[in-house]
């Protein structure tokens, strides 16, 4: 029975819907774990400096493929601990920048995986917080500092910032009391908006920070629908659980003989706006017109 390992920089109970996304996907491609496959699962839980000793685990494992979930941290430990492997990853922005592809039609070497257009979107969040906050001139970023590509978030951020006219102000946090400090000090601030950065923690943590931006009253704008399923008020961006199908797709083939140079990178082109009203009425935030008539989803 062959093996695929799963590599993810977070905890399997938060992230049990994007595993189920991936078993479909590899269900399609004709393998059900525990019939025809096996999964040897690996949890970092939270701390990216455990990821590549898991890595190295699943290759000492001689798994028949990796799959990894947590963006550019995941796979780039994978790419590090094996050059022969079959590696699936996700990653957040262009895969052939990130140096783990030699381009996305023909991807070359050992890896292949899905775009999930993370780092990319971060201009178009703002322009819908500046949509539903115009009043708002300071608007905090949140940041894990831990994750690889906060640096260029931050960048971006305060570039598409001052292409608005608004000014950002980065706060980091990557424990879930660091984000409760966060949050104290983005009051102090007196920011009129936030910007939750994408990052695989703050996802396994979105009912604490939904909880306290609602506490602290502070319109916010998330990567992904669950946020927004949760409580928060806006979420914009690709689907994750569509990612995981995608990656589970890929497994599948690739224990089938197909090989990750041949396989073009997956381009997610499905750009999710989903709007929570009960929130924003909480909030006592009127959501334009505009932005209501473009949205994919708005719950009530």
Do not use: C
């Not at 947590?70 to 996700?90: C, L, S, Y």
């Not at 940041?143 to 598409?160: C, D, H, I, R, W």
């Not at 009425?281 to 719950?299: F, H, K, M, N, Q």
């Amino acid at each position: 029975m062959p093996v695929v390992g799963f590599l993810s920089t977070g905890l399997s109970g938060p992230s049990a819907y994007l595993v189920a996304g991936f078993r479909r996907g590899l269900e399609e491609a004709g393998f059900v774990e525990g019939r025809n496959a096996a999964v040897e699962y690996r949890w970092a839980e939270g701390l990216y400096e455990r990821v590549p000793a898991l890595a190295a685990d699943l290759v000492r494992r001689q798994v028949a493929v990796i799959v990894t979930g947590g963006g550019e941290t995941t796979a780039a430990a994978a790419k590090a601990a094996t050059a022969t492997i079959p590696i699936v990853f996700n990653t957040g922005s262009d895969p052939v920048k990130l140096g783990l592809v030699a381009s996305l039609a023909r991807p070359g070497g050992n890896m292949t995986g899905v775009n999930i257009f993370a780092t990319e979107l971060v201009e178009k969040r703002l322009g819908l917080l500046r949509d539903l906050v115009p009043a708002a001139t300071s608007v905090a970023v949140l940041l894990n500092p831990n994750f690889t590509p906060a640096v260029v978030n931050a960048q971006e951020s305060e570039a598409a910032a001052r292409a608005i006219g608004k000014k950002v102000t980065i706060f980091n946090a990557s424990s879930d009391a660091e984000i409760e400090t966060a949050f104290a000090k983005i009051m102090q601030a007196r920011s009129g908006a936030l910007l939750v950065g994408a990052d695989p923690f703050f996802n396994s943590r979105r009912g604490l920070i939904v909880a306290l931006a609602s506490h602290h009253a502070i319109p916010a704008i998330y990567e992904w629908r669950e946020f927004a399923e949760a409580g928060g008020l806006i979420s914009y961006g690709t689907s994750l659980v569509e990612a995981y199908r995608q990656q589970g797709i890929y497994a599948g083939r690739i224990l089938k003989g197909e090989k990750p140079a041949d396989l073009p990178v997956v381009q997610l082109s499905k750009f999710e706006l989903v709007i929570n009203l009960n929130t924003a009425r909480a909030l006592g935030l009127v959501i334009p017109s505009g932005v209501l008539a473009i949205a994919d989803e708005v719950i009530e």
